[in-house]
């Protein structure tokens, strides 16, 4: 059991838990993730690692509500328990120290990218953000990116905040304008880290993706996470979940992502019905 | 055996084999000739006593033969369901020469199930004091089970780890709860708890803890037992469709996160309506009867070769056919097709016939030019085969490993190439039985005690 010692909102259904997890944090390096189910009925929810921190043994984990599960895990307060986390899982990422790495983040993907920021801060790289959200209220991390950044550019859907517009569209400027990191990092919803991908190739930069495949195990069983990349189907969960963003098959994995689509929208609706629907005001 | 009816069964998930009544197994027992020669013994990869506790069952005493299958088999109410008893114990058994051999299998099953329900099966088991050592089990499939238990048998403090949230292994996620009812592996497992095993769930050995820190943690040896979890997929084009399943997600969704209870349980399955199961395994039947189990209309197995060369047992075969399952043979899966949204809408098959032996004796399977043929299907599930699970052993450097990332050991002791690792089940061999995994899980459990008994100087 994994009792949650501290609940945030960090904006509308975008949520931040922190558990002790001490031999998680230990293990754990940026670009991994874990798998939790929060009760004996629940689903395995693979969540990437927002922040570990070895000295506490303090795991954080970010999560957006999108369907039951991770709205009955926001639900949670501090206090309350989560009954299973493995990890850490998946290949960590080789970070090393480079001249310059661009980070494009969008939505709840911030939180998985701030680790990755920071180790390439700390080892002295140069790191340009590029943080997109739906609204200024739906951006969140932007203290913690700002601490680990060089310099950081915000873009919004609404204009609300920063760009008014895609994060890849700063991008796609930067690299127009002769920037040219070692290294793109793209994490946020699979349309988004196409969508950088088609940037960075026209001018040949390196880009990594992180994929959030549906997966059950997470420990290279299933395959259900399975992903073509190059012509070749991997196992996110084990070989990824970072992957060379010019060599996914965005489409195919895009597909893939619907295949529960009907189940989870029942699931949804029907706890959403039993439970009277947020209870946030309550709080 | 009594059998739920097949009409009846093809709708509900509860076991299918009823098991005997105390009438049946003593008639049955009585069948036995106690032949001097006890070839089934010899037989049963762990060895068990089966006169003797056919005997028991004779003279109506059900627990004493429970106790007596105990000695050998930690896990008989298991065994007793999923054994492939028709190659090992029944297939040597003497009355089976001229006619049916005695039904060990099923007598073995009776007796678990009979303490089960009227004695109390964790009574005998002896907890380990923990003085002869502390072993990490790593991995609580039946190879691990029984390492475990036969460790604490031997006075030893046994962690046992597995990386999901339950204990099992294959018997969990893989071997639906029709064959094998997840009650009787939590029975399994309580009784290696009472002999003092400590188990411990959600720990991935290689990522949450490594190798090297159990060993600085303490342990004198480590077991590895991890299976072979790896599916293959098709390796053509539509794989990566939707509604296309490996058999390990299908099961595993199904079985071990209970998706049949969908929306009770939060796991989703989706099953269509006409479904194909590409292998001719006992994996390949389980996918199969599970799709029936969930709503499918029509539930078709294709396989490359024909029915005599099916890998799965006869009985579970059997029990398809009387389910309504059907049998494409001697065809194989060319592409899957898919619909303008990414699904499955069909599954393109050639026949194939039978060609030269190949190097498992059996004939090769060879395409027959220019007859492809379309299966109406939405659903392809691929029970094709497993691989060891590279997950934990290539996290341990230097250990030696075969052409297909099964573990090398040496056969006697069960030990790898690097001293106090230990491996054996699926993970050594390759995808193979629950008793050939317990087998080599109890005789790795002897090799490590030797190992730690010369390392610590008692000697042999």
Redesign the interface.
Same mark, same amino acid.
């Given at each position: 059991m994994y009792r949650i010692l501290k609940k945030e909102m960090l904006a509308p259904k975008i949520k931040l838990i922190q558990v002790y997890a001490p031999e998680i944090c230990t293990h754990a390096r940026p670009g991994q993730f874990v798998i939790l189910r929060m009760h004996e009925k629940g689903e395995r929810i693979p969540l990437t690692i927002a922040d570990s921190d070895r000295d506490t043994g303090l795991l954080t984990l970010v999560f957006q509500e999108v369907g039951k599960s991770t709205t009955e895990l926001g639900m949670l307060s501090e206090g309350d328990s989560i009954l299973d986390i493995v990890g850490p899982l998946g290949t960590a990422r080789d970070i090393e120290k480079l001249d310059c790495v661009v980070c494009v983040a969008g939505g709840v993907g911030v939180a998985p990218m701030y680790p990755e920021a920071k180790a390439y801060h700390l080892l002295g790289t140069r790191v340009i953000s590029l943080i997109g959200a739906q609204t200024k209220d739906m951006l969140i991390f932007k203290d913690r990116m700002e601490k680990v950044s060089d310099e950081v550019y915000y873009s919004t859907d609404d204009g609300s905040f920063g760009h008014k517009g895609f994060v890849t569209e700063i991008l796609c400027k930067l690299l127009e304008d002769g920037l040219r990191p070692d290294e793109v990092i793209a994490i946020g919803p699979l349309p988004m880290m196409r969508a950088a991908a088609r940037v960075t190739e026209r001018f040949g930069v390196k880009t990594v993706v992180s994929l959030n495949a549906i997966m059950v195990d997470g420990t290279g069983m299933c395959g259900s996470c399975r992903v073509t990349v190059d012509g070749e189907v991997k196992f996110s969960c084990v070989e990824g979940p970072a992957f060379d963003g010019h060599k996914v098959d965005f489409d195919e994995l895009i597909a893939r992502q619907n295949r529960f689509l009907a189940e989870e929208k029942l699931a949804l609706e029907r706890y959403l019905a039993g439970v009277g629907g947020c209870k946030c005001h309550q709080k | 055996m009594p059998k739920q009816q097949p009409d009846v069964r093809s709708k509900n998930f509860q076991e299918v084999a009823l098991g005997y009544t105390e009438e049946l197994a003593v008639a049955e027992a009585n069948r036995c000739i106690q032949c001097p020669k006890k070839p089934c013994v010899s037989g049963c990869p762990v060895g068990v006593d089966i006169p003797e506790f056919i005997d028991l069952i004779a003279k109506g005493d059900f627990l004493g033969a429970a106790r007596k299958i105990k000695e050998k088999n930690s896990l008989p109410a298991m065994c007793g369901r999923v054994c492939p008893q028709e190659t090992q114990c029944e297939a040597v058994c003497t009355l089976g020469k001229r006619g049916e051999p005695v039904a060990i299998g099923a007598l073995e099953r009776f007796c678990a199930d009979y303490e089960r329900m009227h004695g109390d099966p964790l009574s005998d088991a002896q907890r380990s004091d923990g003085s002869s050592g502390r072993v990490a089990v790593v991995g609580s499939g039946p190879a691990g089970l029984t390492c475990a238990s036969e460790l604490a048998k031997l006075g030893y403090k046994v962690v046992l780890f597995e990386?999901?949230?339950d204990t099992g292994g294959v018997l969990r996620?893989g071997i639906p709860e029709f064959r094998l009812p997840k009650a009787i592996v939590d029975e399994e497992v309580e009784y290696i708890k009472s002999q003092g095993v400590e188990i411990r769930?959600?720990?991935?050995v290689g990522?949450?803890?490594?190798v090297d820190e159990l060993f600085q943690e303490g342990f004198d040896a480590i077991f590895l037992g991890t299976g072979a979890?790896?599916?293959y997929?098709l390796g053509i084009p539509g @794989?990566?469709l939707?509604?296309v399943?490996?058999a390990? @997600?299908f099961l595993?969704?199904v079985n071990?996160?209970?998706a049949y209870r969908?929306?009770?349980?939060?796991?989703?399955v989706?099953v269509g309506k006409r479904v194909a199961v590409v292998g001719g395994g006992n994996v390949a039947m389980d996918s199969a009867r599970t799709a029936l189990r969930l709503g499918a209309e029509k539930v078709t197995v294709v396989y490359r070769r024909s029915r005599a060369e099916m890998p799965a047992r006869l009985e579970e075969i059997e029990n398809a056919e009387e389910e309504g399952i059907e049998f494409y043979l001697l065809a194989n899966p060319v592409r899957i097709l898919s619909d303008d949204?990414?699904w499955v809408k069909g599954m393109e098959c050639v026949r194939m016939e039978l060609g030269e032996e190949d190097s498992s004796g059996r004939r090769r399977p060879v395409p027959v030019p220019g007859s492809e043929f379309i299966l109406d299907v939405d659903t392809v599930i691929s029970a094709v085969g497993t691989d060891p699970?590279?997950?934990l052993v290539r996290t341990i450097p230097g250990l030696d490993l075969g052409r297909r990332g099964n573990v090398i050991i040496d056969e006697e002791t069960g030990m790898t190439n690097i001293p106090g690792v230990f491996a054996g089940g699926d993970i050594v061999t390759g995808s193979a039985t629950v008793i050939a995994a317990m087998g080599a899980g109890k005789a790795a459990a002897h090799g490590i005690d030797k190992y730690i008994s010369a390392r610590n100087g008692r000697g042999m």
């Open positions: - | 990386s999901l949230h996620y769930l959600n720990v991935l990522a949450t803890v490594t979890g790896l599916p997929f @794989e990566n939707n509604g399943y490996s390990n @997600e595993t969704r071990l996160m209970k969908f929306p009770d349980y939060d796991t989703p989706w949204k990414g699970n590279p997950l």
